[in-house]
């Protein structure tokens, strides 16, 4: 009665869809084991050096099971997380944990929740983060590809076609907090912005469905949270236009930063945009990590498990 899973980094947003556009990644993945245990409850194990807290009220991965206990008391439920995502990176660390956390106890209880349950189970772990119920990372870690979420009350989340391409993420080392980057957008939008912002949007979704390159990377543009955003993020412009000039699509801020994706058509591309990345914060002499990967298909993956139960509800 013991369950292993991986759960995939994200990028949130895509740039110009704030809140209602996400993909999952192929790596960096968490590993995350659990079992059932004999005592109602939610235990916390941290098998890495993040030294996140273990409380489940304070967790991400706690606060998700949490919400998810709620609809199968008399439950207990034992996660040891081992994170490759490292916190405060912008690509979807908490995401990773509350999606893993609810696919690994929905596996040791016979998956009686759907996908959308698991969503909105989810979300309450990125409320541990954040203070927001948000899904956009949510969503594409649990169903895999691009998602959109149309709405989140109530949910509806819409699983879009995912065109072949590479992704270049680059972290550098400084933290951005999801919440202080929330705290500082603006609360109202000029109407002639927010019309450019839902023609990328529009182009952007399109796009993806007709597999037309050139589509997508027109509409990688963000008018309202990216001109804001951006200020905490040393040398964001200047990667943006080295990594153009290096032959990518577009890209943005990766969630609420600091890092940075950029989507290419071939592998090459994607290695030159990483290069070109990694030149920008030499120059600054600020330390990052790059990864060059795929979008993933899958979403969270159980990849090993032992004999379920059937745990009645009451």
Not at 84 to 100: C, Q, Y
Request: include cysteine.
């Amino acid at each position: 009665m013991s369950v292993t899973v991986l759960a995939p980094a994200t990028v949130a947003n895509m740039v110009c869809g704030f809140d209602v556009l996400g993909f999952a990644l192929a790596e960096p993945a968490d590993t995350m084991h659990l079992r059932l245990t004999d005592t109602p409850g939610v235990t916390i194990i941290n098998e890495d050096d993040f030294d996140l807290p273990t409380e489940p009220t304070r967790n991400v991965a706690g606060g998700a099971l949490l919400a998810l206990l709620r609809e199968a008391p008399g439950v207990g439920i034992e996660v040891r997380i081992n994170k490759a995502i490292r916190p405060g990176s912008g690509i979807g660390s908490s995401a990773a944990s509350a999606a893993g956390a609810v696919v690994g106890a929905n596996a040791l209880l016979n998956n009686r929740f759907s996908k959308e349950d698991l969503v909105r189970f989810a979300m309450f772990g990125e409320e541990v983060a954040s203070g927001v119920q948000h899904a956009d990372n949510i969503a594409p870690c649990l169903y895999g590809g691009v998602t959109l979420i149309r709405s989140t009350a109530p949910l509806d989340i819409v699983p879009l076609p995912t065109p072949p391409l590479w992704v270049t993420v680059v972290h550098p080392q400084i933290e951005v907090k999801t919440a202080d980057a929330r705290a500082i957008l603006k609360r109202q939008v000029p109407l002639p912005t927010a019309i450019r912002q839902w023609g990328n949007v529009g182009g952007l979704v399109a796009g993806l469905c007709l597999q037309d390159y050139n589509l997508i990377g027109r509409a990688l543009e963000d008018f309202i949270v990216e001109p804001v955003r951006s200020i905490l993020i040393p040398g964001f412009a200047e990667v943006k236009a080295a990594s153009r000039e290096a032959g990518a699509l577009g890209g943005g801020i990766s969630g609420s930063g600091p890092s940075i994706f950029m989507l290419s058509q071939e592998e090459a591309t994607a290695r030159a945009v990483a290069a070109a990345m990694q030149a920008v914060y030499d120059r600054l002499s600020i330390a990052q990590f790059t990864y060059v990967t795929r979008m993933n298909t899958e979403g969270v993956r159980v990849v090993r498990s032992t004999e379920q139960v059937e745990i009645p509800l009451f």
